[in-house]
């Protein structure tokens, strides 16, 4: 993707996550356009306020389902925002090490939450009764294998691994193997139509009134067109206040989506457009 | 809630989470019947194994929306469990520190990545600039707090406080004030028809037909049943292979209910029943 060859690009860091490992796969960037932030939220907002063309976030995961910050900073706090691509990456957990350290010697296992039930089976198999330790990423879990003496392994990517100048001693040890995450690109342009675009939309319906999803649905079935993700996600409000994020096949210059979206508006409390973009190859 | 006073119940612990705090708040319960498990994975097998009658998980939080690993157990590895109440408490987090420290005096915070998500803003209001340290769950967090030297706080329950001798230094320090969770209650035995129940399922849909779920939501409509909640998860086969969470306003003796399900059998794949069980009040 050359368009962002020279675009600086905001992503969710610290260096060495998925979602920078992802990006470097996907987009040539040089390394000085580079801009780790600390939450999605902070992605956002260095774009919105120029510090940044573009920014990278993890949204959707084949293992987890939706990445519910960034559904809900989408929904509730970017302005004029657009999902201008969308990059799909494996997830590979790698064991990372200080070079030279054996499993045998490993003492504590460090990682995000997340990565660390990701691995339950293989932790269990080959590291039983180590202690785990809890990071705020798997960057830095990385980082502080790096930083800290004895014999600790984090669970991380092959690009944290490198940055910090350490080893990784087994790869793939996710319980799922298919483990893919689906990343959006977010900036300020309208993309193009292409002969195989996806749309993002999120409806906000009033309270309490029954039936509202499968209005929403009949609106789409009529008008032939493909959903690829649906999903209620609280307003916030109190349990059982939703509003809906919605994936569809097609662009917002198409006859039928845009006609589709003016009836959404016409029915619910509101509607807000995401953005066209090129649908990524699985 | 009589039933469970000679119960012993597996909960997500450790000692201190808001999982032991929603169940005391709802539940009659001798304190040696309360049973510690480390995963939502662990509670389910106690239950199976007959270690314990009963078991509390999170299913739902307002902020966050469903508890994935709650789900997935539920859907993927649990065999004959159903669930036999269902309970809301709210989700209250509190800055915990060792007796007589002072806020000026905080140098560090540490909670599970989630808690400090939830207070982002009281964080950077009121502490900012000071360390954010990852801790596996909310109760890990006071007992590190309580075990480590050094002006450290945590974000945990007023319960976890209690139980390692420390001080709630400030109350409700959450971002949204209407944050609460939803638990679900799991056994062996089928719970009565009330006046007001629910009934959760999951569906399992063929890959790649189009309009599935406009195909599940009419078999309620065309019933006149009320659902309070539809989630679509990945089934862990890859991006784009869904089942579907569905819980649903009524008893499953209900004829309307028992017809549902029985025509969905025939339409889709698979369907699993999870029970029905009271409403708990909002």
Not at 149 to 172: F, Q, R, S, W
Not at 233 to 259: N, Q, V
Request: with cysteine; net charge positive.
């Amino acid at each position: 993707m050359k368009k962002f060859e020279n675009k600086r690009i905001a992503f969710l860091g610290p260096r060495g996550t998925f979602t920078e490992e992802a990006l470097l796969s996907a987009v040539l960037v040089k390394e000085e356009n580079l801009v780790p932030c600390s939450t999605v939220y902070d992605v956002i907002k260095a774009i919105e306020k120029n510090e940044t063309e573009n920014g990278i976030v993890p949204i959707e995961n084949s293992i987890e389902g939706s990445v519910n910050a960034t559904l809900d900073v989408l929904t509730f706090e970017a302005n004029d925002l657009l999902i201008e691509r969308e990059i799909i990456a494996p997830i590979r957990h790698r064991l990372i090490v200080k070079p030279g350290v054996k499993i045998k010697d490993v003492t504590s296992v460090i990682s995000h939450p997340q990565a660390t039930a990701q691995c339950r089976k293989y932790l269990a198999k080959n590291l039983s009764g180590v202690e785990v330790l809890a990071a705020n990423s798997t960057a830095d879990a990385v980082r502080r294998v790096a930083e800290k003496n004895g014999c600790v392994a984090a669970i991380g990517t092959t690009l944290a691994a490198k940055l910090y100048g350490l080893e990784v001693l087994e790869a793939d040890i996710e319980d799922f193997q298919d483990n893919k995450t689906r990343f959006v690109l977010l900036g300020k342009e309208a993309t193009k139509k292409t002969d195989r675009d996806k749309t993002s939309i999120v409806v906000f319906i009033y309270e309490d009134r029954p039936g509202s999803l499968l209005q929403i649905l009949q609106e789409f079935a009529y008008r032939y067109i493909n959903l690829t993700k649906i999903q209620s996600r609280p307003t916030k409000k109190g349990l059982g206040d939703y509003c809906f994020w919605i994936d569809m096949e097609g662009h917002i210059e198409d006859e039928a989506i845009s006609s589709a979206i003016k009836c959404l508006k016409c029915k619910f409390r509101a509607v807000k457009t995401l953005g066209s973009y090129p649908m990524a190859r699985k």
